[in-house]
């Protein structure tokens, strides 16, 4: 796999920020990850699209060890159609404080269509009344 996108947040990351990655994979040996490290390297979370089990599957890398892996089988990507990662999984935040998270990595078979980090704001309730 390519190293396809890749984002620094020096202040790390914080409710309000927004992963969008867009794409394709044309079979089901396409690979296509996305990690998100803290400051010394692990990985707070890392999610795998697997095509071949249609499951898409969220695990987190601290302290040189790989977590319990949590299994989604809610499965919205299709071979051979264009792809936008949606929430399809709950994973159980493992890395505190959020802070510590400073980039973003992309991997995949396939370039990449888009992907951007934003931060956005947030707004409760109606806009007051």
Avoid: Y
């Amino acid at each position: 796999m390519a190293l396809q996108f890749e984002a620094f947040c020096a202040g790390g990351l914080a409710p309000g920020w927004s992963l969008t990655v867009q794409g394709q994979a044309d079979s089901a040996q396409e690979r296509f990850e996305i990690n998100f490290l803290s400051e010394s390297g692990d990985i707070a979370f890392h999610v795998k699209p697997r095509f071949s089990s249609a499951t898409v599957v969220g695990n987190a890398f601290q302290g040189g060890l790989w977590g319990p892996e949590v299994v989604s089988s809610i499965f919205p990507l299709a071979l051979g159609e264009p792809f936008e990662e949606q929430k399809v999984l709950q994973f159980p935040h493992r890395r505190r404080p959020l802070a510590t998270v400073t980039r973003v990595q992309v991997f995949s078979d396939h370039p990449l269509a888009h992907a951007e980090l934003a931060k956005r704001s947030l707004s409760w309730g109606d806009g007051g009344d």
